[in-house]
C-alpha cells in the first residue's frame, strides 16, 4: 500500500512531522493513474479512477462480481487510492427522498438549538448531521431501506473490508460561502495531532487505512463552484502521511496538486482514508452542497470481551488518589489508567459530545487523568464519568 520505505532500525520506528521528506511525497503523488490496469474502469481522469453505468452488468455473476472487488481493492491500495462510481443510484428519486429526510432532520436540529460542529472546518460554516444513519432509520424507515439498499456501497465496502462491516453515516451540508476544509487524512489517525499520531508505532500507521474506509454521495449536482472536495491522488502511499498533512509545506503542495471533481447527483466516491483530500471552498451564490459522508469500519475494531469501564475507574479512582499521595510515579499511575479507562474518544455521540480544542472529544482515560492531576474528590469523578457516559450515549437528545 505504501511505497515510502521503513528503516528498520527501533529508533526509527516512529514517524515524526520533521523527518517528513516533501521530495518524496512528490515522487510518490506523481504517479500516474493507467487506465489499462483496470478493465472494468470507463476513464481516468485528474489521476483519479471512474466507473460508469456498465459496472452494474458484471455484478450478477459471482465470479465477476469478485474480479470486479478485487480491481477496487487493488485501486484503493496500488493505485490512485480513490474511485467514482458514476450513476451509484441508478434511481435518482432515492436520493431525492433521502435529501427530503435530510432536510427535515436539519430543520430539526436548528429548531431544537442544535448547532453541529466540524472537526476540520469552522462550526456553524456548514450544516452537518451527526449520526445520521441511525437518525434516518428512525425518523424515516423505508427510505432508510431503499437508500441503503445500494449494491454500490455493498460492492465496495466488501472489497475493502470484508463482510460484516458497520456503516456509520454524517450528512454535511455545505453553503455558499463554506470555505474549504484543510488537507487531512481521516479516521482514525486523521483525527489526531501530529504528537499524538506520533505515539504510534509506524506499523500502526499502516494498519489503520484498512480498516475503514472513506465515501461520499452526491445528494445533488456539484460543479466545482459549489466546492466539491479535493483530492490527492497516490497520496495515501505516503507512509508518514499521518503526521505529514499537519505539515504547512505537504499542504502548499497540496493546494498546487490537487483533483477536483465535479458530481452529479446519485454519484459516489470513495477512497483509502489515508489519501489526502478536504471539502472545497462553495463560491457559488445559490448551492447548498450536500453529500451523505459514509464512514465504513471493519468488524474486527473490536475487543472480545465486553467491559464496564466506567464502572472500573470509579472503583478504581479511590486507589489512585491513595497512590498518587504515597508518591506513585507519574508513570505507574497512567499505566493504571490506561489499563482500566476508555482510552479513545469514540464511538460516541458528536452532537453532544463535540471536539473542542481538538479534532477529538475528551476520552474517558483523559478525564479520569485530569481529575486526579488535581486530586478531584471521587464524588467529582463519578459525576463526570457520568455525564460524559451519557454524552457519549446520546442520552435525552431531543427526538428529530
Same mark, same amino acid.
Given at each position: ?119 476540520? @472546518? ?93 465515501? @461520499?454521495? @452526491? ?79 471493519? @468488524? ?101
Amino acid at each position: 500500500m505504501t511505497t515510502t520505505p521503513i528503516p528498520t532500525d527501533s529508533a526509527a520506528r516512529w514517524f515524526r512531522a520533521e523527518d517528513c521528506n516533501l521530495d518524496d511525497f512528490k515522487r510518490i503523488t506523481s504517479q500516474c493513474t493507467s487506465l489499462a490496469d483496470y478493465p472494468y474502469a470507463d476513464a481516468v481522469e485528474q489521476n483519479v479512477l471512474v466507473y460508469g453505468p456498465r459496472l452494474h452488468s458484471y455484478l450478477e455473476s459471482t465470479d465477476e462480481r469478485a474480479d470486479v472487488q478485487a480491481e477496487l481493492a487493488k485501486a484503493l491500495t496500488d493505485g490512485p487510492g480513490i474511485v467514482v462510481f458514476k450513476g451509484a443510484f441508478p434511481d435518482i428519486s432515492v436520493v431525492d427522498r433521502a435529501t427530503l429526510a435530510f432536510n427535515k432532520l436539519i430543520d430539526a436540529q436548528k429548531a431544537s438549538g442544535v448547532q453541529g460542529g466540524d472537526h476540520f @472546518a469552522k462550526p456553524g460554516a456548514n450544516d452537518r448531521i451527526w449520526g445520521a444513519l441511525d437518525k434516518l432509520a428512525l425518523a424515516d424507515p423505508a427510505v432508510f431501506a431503499e437508500y441503503y439498499s445500494s449494491d454500490i456501497l455493498a460492492l465496495v465496502s466488501q472489497a475493502w473490508l470484508g463482510p460484516n462491516y458497520q456503516v456509520t453515516s454524517q450528512v454535511n451540508v455545505v453553503n455558499p460561502g463554506g470555505v474549504a476544509q484543510r488537507a487531512h487524512r481521516d479516521y482514525h489517525l486523521g483525527f489526531m495531532s501530529a504528537t499524538q499520531a506520533g505515539a504510534y508505532p509506524a506499523h500502526a500507521h499502516l494498519l489503520t487505512p484498512a480498516l475503514t474506509l472513506q465515501g @461520499a454521495v @452526491a445528494h445533488c449536482d456539484m460543479p466545482l463552484e459549489s466546492g466539491p472536495t479535493l483530492y490527492l491522488p497516490h497520496s495515501h502511499k505516503y507512509a508518514a502521511g499521518y503526521v505529514a498533512f499537519h505539515r504547512e509545506d505537504f499542504t502548499e503542495h497540496f493546494l498546487q496538486h490537487h483533483a477536483q471533481l465535479p458530481l452529479e447527483k446519485g454519484d459516489a466516491v470513495f477512497f483509502n482514508p489515508a489519501l489526502f483530500h478536504g471539502a472545497g471552498t462553495n463560491v457559488s451564490t445559490d448551492i447548498k452542497r450536500m453529500a451523505n459522508l459514509l464512514q465504513v469500519s471493519s @468488524a474486527f475494531g473490536r475487543a472480545m470481551e465486553t467491559v464496564d469501564r466506567t464502572a472500573m475507574s470509579k472503583a478504581l479512582y479511590p486507589v489512585l488518589l491513595e497512590l498518587k499521595s504515597a508518591g506513585a510515579s507519574e508513570a505507574a499511575l497512567h499505566n493504571i489508567i490506561a489499563a482500566s479507562a476508555e482510552g479513545y474518544a469514540f464511538p460516541t455521540n458528536l452532537d453532544l459530545d463535540q471536539p473542542i480544542g481538538g479534532l477529538a472529544p475528551q476520552s474517558q482515560a483523559e478525564l479520569v487523568a485530569e481529575h486526579l492531576a488535581r486530586s478531584g474528590s471521587p464524588a467529582e469523578l463519578n459525576e463526570a464519568l457520568d455525564a460524559q457516559g451519557a454524552r457519549r450515549l446520546g442520552t435525552g437528545f431531543p427526538p428529530a
